[in-house]
């Protein structure tokens, strides 16, 4: 895929079901038409490093394809899912546009190696215990397979046992490699492990994006669900359509601004 304006991924955290993921595939679609971007959907097929064995992971592989592929198809849009294994790369790549590495799994050589040779766009999101001029060593291992379709993603690091805190130096330190860097602001307000679940503090979100964007992030990527609250993955830092649309309001209104005083 070619990157040559701001990025807005953005989706479910998980996919619960067809007609759910659908709907709001379609209601972002409409918002984005909005702004000067480039909307990517995201939702997960499986979620396979939650915090509790009991919690929903999603529906699979195959059931999670026929609903990306669906979704795809039906509204013209490009479609980002995460791969957790090598052999889940060239499956996932015949459906998706960009394939995602999770956080916990950006040093796994097998899995970068894998998913840059899918020749698709590789979305590598930072560890939350990774100093981000060592992901420099992810980017190189999907370089190594000729692919140079790469994405970079921020969402945190951590802050003693049940925080994060985001640092902003990152953003240029990640730049450097010569790829894009996306701002996840909704995993980066995410409290880990809370009673075996997920926590977080939504009401972050607009602040820290809209600081993103005034340090001059390429894209934004935010969990979205009509009903965050009720969201199987990761409600606690999901928001809903109304504050998509204030955030992306917000973060377009900074970088005109940055970009009117650039001239």
Same mark, same amino acid.
Request: proline share 4%.
């Given at each position: 895929?070619?990157?040559?304006?701001?990025?807005?991924?953005?989706?479910?955290?998980?996919?619960?079901?067809?007609?759910?993921?659908?709907?709001? %595939?379609?209601?972002?679609? &409409?918002?984005?038409?909005?702004?000067?971007?480039?909307?990517?959907?995201?939702?997960?097929?499986?979620?396979?490093?939650?915090?509790?064995?009991?919690?929903?992971? =999603?529906?699979?592989?195959?059931?999670?394809?026929?609903?990306?592929?669906?979704?795809?198809?039906?509204?013209?849009?490009?479609?980002?899912?995460?791969?957790?294994?090598?052999?889940?790369?060239?499956?996932?790549?015949?459906?998706?546009?960009?394939?995602?590495?999770?956080?916990?799994?950006?040093?796994?050589?097998?899995?970068?190696?894998?998913?840059?040779?899918?020749?698709?766009?590789?979305?590598?999101?930072?560890?939350?215990?990774?100093?981000? &001029?060592?992901?420099?060593?992810?980017?190189?291992?999907?370089?190594?397979?000729?692919?140079?379709?790469?994405?970079?993603? &921020?969402?945190?690091?951590?802050?003693?046992?049940?925080?994060?805190?985001?640092?902003?130096?990152?953003?240029?330190?990640?730049? %450097?490699?010569?790829?894009?860097?996306?701002?996840?602001?909704?995993?980066?307000?995410?409290?880990?492990?809370? =009673?075996?679940?997920?926590?977080?503090?939504?009401?972050?979100?607009?602040?820290?994006?809209?600081?993103?964007?005034?340090? =001059?992030?390429?894209?934004?990527?935010?969990?979205?669900?009509?009903?965050?609250? &009720?969201?199987?993955?990761?409600?606690?830092?999901?928001?809903?359509?109304?504050?998509?649309?204030?955030?992306?309001?917000?973060?377009?209104?900074?970088?005109?601004?940055?970009?009117?005083?650039?001239?």
């Amino acid at each position: 895929m070619k990157h040559d304006r701001f990025i807005f991924i953005a989706g479910p955290c998980v996919i619960e079901d067809e007609t759910l993921t659908f709907s709001i %595939a379609q209601r972002l679609k &409409e918002l984005s038409a909005h702004y000067d971007v480039d909307f990517v959907f995201k939702a997960s097929f499986d979620k396979a490093n939650r915090t509790s064995v009991a919690s929903y992971r =999603g529906p699979g592989i195959d059931e999670g394809l026929r609903i990306l592929r669906m979704v795809r198809e039906s509204l013209a849009i490009p479609v980002l899912t995460d791969i957790h294994t090598p052999d889940q790369a060239s499956v996932v790549a015949q459906v998706a546009d960009i394939l995602q590495i999770p956080a916990f799994l950006c040093r796994q050589t097998d899995l970068l190696v894998e998913a840059g040779r899918t020749g698709k766009t590789v979305n590598i999101k930072k560890a939350q215990f990774v100093a981000p &001029e060592d992901m420099a060593y992810a980017v190189k291992k999907v370089e190594s397979t000729g692919n140079r379709d790469i994405l970079l993603t &921020e969402r945190g690091s951590c802050l003693g046992y049940h925080n994060l805190v985001v640092d902003f130096r990152s953003f240029s330190v990640m730049s %450097a490699f010569g790829y894009p860097v996306v701002f996840d602001a909704t995993h980066s307000v995410q409290i880990p492990s809370q =009673g075996g679940i997920s926590a977080g503090k939504r009401e972050y979100v607009r602040p820290l994006a809209r600081a993103a964007a005034a340090y =001059g992030i390429g894209g934004l990527f935010c969990e979205v669900h009509p009903r965050p609250d &009720e969201a199987l993955s990761d409600a606690a830092n999901s928001i809903d359509f109304e504050t998509v649309r204030t955030v992306l309001d917000e973060v377009t209104a900074v970088r005109k601004t940055l970009e009117s005083g650039s001239r």
